[in-house]
């Protein structure tokens, strides 16, 4: 039950980006949200009905480990990101962010998310292969954006592309992290 929410929740996100891409309908701004809670509830399910592979100090360790990877995740996604612009405007051009986080690489959201998923099917008891297979679907998610949607609808995303890695940071583009805090 829980798996299946937080897929429903991944269709949501595809539903949302291809909003923004193509017919940019305002009524269906809700997709994003909506699939963020039923990621969330599906999570919190599988979760719950899982045993831990870890114990004791280390699962307390990976719990901290994972929280700071979901407050990097909120960050990434409503912080750094002019949240009105990006969620709530679907179809409308706006500059692409190549700041902060997002010097790090296009997409830092994907390497707090598999953290984050990593964390909790060892210290909550997610079944591993969901955590895999969310992260996958993560994955796919930022390929749909980087190829089709991102190019459409940010400013400049060309030029962001030839200048920062799509997931896996570098030295250069660690570097440009550092300056832009």
């Known amino acids: 039950m829980g ?25 269906l701004k809700f997709c994003f949200p909506l699939g963020a809670l039923l990621l969330v509830l599906g999570t919190v399910l599988e979760a719950r009905q899982g045993t831990p592979l ?19 995740e ?20 706006r500059p692409a962010c190549t700041t902060g986080v997002y010097a790090l690489c296009r997409h830092p959201g994907v390497l707090w998310f598999a953290g984050l998923y990593g964390c909790l099917a060892l210290a909550a008891g997610l079944p591993l292969w969901e955590a895999a297979v969310l992260s996958a679907m993560n994955v796919g998610l930022v390929a749909f954006e980087d190829r089709c949607v991102f190019p459409a609808r940010l400013e400049g995303y060309g030029a ?16 440009a992290c550092r300056k832009t805090k």
Not at 54 to 72: E, N, S
Not at 74 to 93: C, I, M, Q, R
């Open 160 to 175: 962001y592309q030839a200048s920062t890695p799509f997931l896996v940071p570098n030295r250069a583009s660690i570097r």
């Open 3 to 27: 798996f299946c929410l937080s897929l429903c929740g991944f269709a949501l996100f595809f539903l949302s980006d291809y909003n923004d891409w193509r017919p940019g309908r305002k009524g």
């Open 74 to 93: 909120v960050y990434t996604l409503f912080f750094a990101l002019p949240v009105e612009a990006s969620y709530a405007s679907p179809g409308e051009k």
């Open 54 to 72: 870890v114990h004791g100090w280390l699962r307390g360790l990976l719990f901290a480990l994972g929280g700071l990877f979901l407050a990097l």
